[in-house]
Nanobody, 117 residues
């Protein structure tokens, strides 16, 4: 089992920035990839970004150029740096983890991000 704990959410004005963190613990040998999804109540959960153990990344089109994802393997932590935030980025952001064949498999509890003036 792997446990994921997110932090860093909050309220920010449009154009502002936030950095989310996700600390993983447990059977770390079972995961290679980490990532972030987001969900607005009533909508489907959607992929935001993903990073492999080799630090290859991919992003949803709606965050390209604004969000970056990184990881510190020594700390078992993944980060989502969100810049130039827009009101439509308001959602609960979930950290996730898995391997190449099963992703996402593990989920965090989510952290709320609200972009509003």
């Amino acid at each position: 089992q792997v446990q994921l704990v997110e932090s860093g959410g909050g309220l920010v004005q449009p154009g502002g920035s936030l950095r989310l963190s996700c600390v993983a613990s447990g059977s770390m040998s079972s995961i290679t990839d980490m990532g972030w999804y987001r969900q607005v109540i009533g909508n489907k959960r959607e992929s935001v970004a993903r990073i492999t153990s080799g630090s290859s990344t991919n992003f949803a089109d709606f965050v390209k150029g604004r969000f970056t994802i990184s990881r510190d393997n020594a700390k078992n932590t993944a980060y989502l740096q969100m810049n130039n935030l827009k009101p439509e980025d308001t959602a609960v952001y979930y950290c996730c983890a898995g391997n190449r064949l099963n992703f996402p498999y593990y989920w965090g509890q989510g952290t709320q991000v609200t972009v509003s003036s």
